[in-house]
């Protein structure tokens, strides 16, 4: 199992970025990596919600991800399951107020959890682990970055 995990300050309220990250049809929108979202199933958003997110990959390529919500506490804690092929990953999002410069903002956490399922998942992170674990830090920092920027234009988040 390998875990990444990456920080950030944004100068917003936490129920304010819990309603981005909550808001699925959105998420298109304001995460850049992410070019069209597809809400498996009806109901309102919690435990056992499912989506589909078309993910652009760094080489320009795109990769469909599901995800499914394990835990979902507003808005302190959102935990996401998503099944690869031969990694299981688990995303999960920590919202904390905090005071900072006069005014309130929020440290926001998001961790991934990879534990490989199959043999050549367990191959492949011994191979790729430090590289992979590099390239997953660089698309949370660059999640944490769009959630910033659409938290408001003059909102901005500082790594941690």
Do not use: H, K, N
């Not at 100068?11 to 929108?29: H, I, K, V």
């Not at 979202?37 to 390529?61: I, K, Q, S, Y």
């Not at 092929?85 to 904390?96: C, S």
């Not at 998942?121 to 660059?142: C, Y």
């Amino acid at each position: 199992m390998s875990t990444v995990t990456v920080s950030a300050f944004i100068e917003a309220q936490d129920a304010d970025l819990w309603r981005l990250l909550t808001d699925l049809p959105a998420r298109a929108d304001w995460l850049s990596a992410v070019g069209a979202v597809e809400v498996l199933g009806t109901g309102g958003f919690g435990p056992g919600t499912v989506w589909r997110e078309t993910r652009v990959r760094p080489d320009g390529g795109t990769e469909p991800e599901e995800y499914q919500v394990v835990e979902a506490v507003a808005p302190a804690r959102l935990v996401l399951d998503s099944r690869g092929a031969g990694v299981d990953y688990r995303i999960t999002w920590t919202l904390r107020t905090v005071e900072r410069r006069r005014r309130g903002c929020t440290e926001v956490t998001v961790e991934q959890e990879a534990v490989p399922t199959r043999p050549y998942g367990r191959v492949l992170a011994l191979i790729l682990g430090g590289l992979a674990a590099r390239a997953v830090e660089g698309a949370l920092r660059r999640d944490l970055a769009d959630l910033a920027l659409a938290a408001g234009p003059a909102r901005s988040a500082e790594a941690a």
